[in-house]
């Protein structure tokens, strides 16, 4: 359960010419549920791009 998507021109060369077939490339994102208390903080200071609130918090 993810998405493909297709690279013209990037794949494997041809033996009967100087061309490339297409590479496709599947991304899939799995998300952690457990999670620890410093992993959830730099996963929110990322959301946050990187940005820290008021005084630095």
Known sequence: ?????KLS???VPSLRS???GPHI???VVDTP???TKKQKELL???RNGG?????GV
């Open 1 to 5: 359960n993810g998405t493909d998507f």
């Open 9 to 11: 021109g990037h794949g």
């Open 18 to 20: 100087e061309s490339r």
């Open 25 to 27: 490339v599947g991304i």
């Open 33 to 35: 549920t457990k999670l």
């Open 44 to 46: 929110e200071e990322f």
């Open 51 to 55: 940005k820290k609130g008021l005084f």
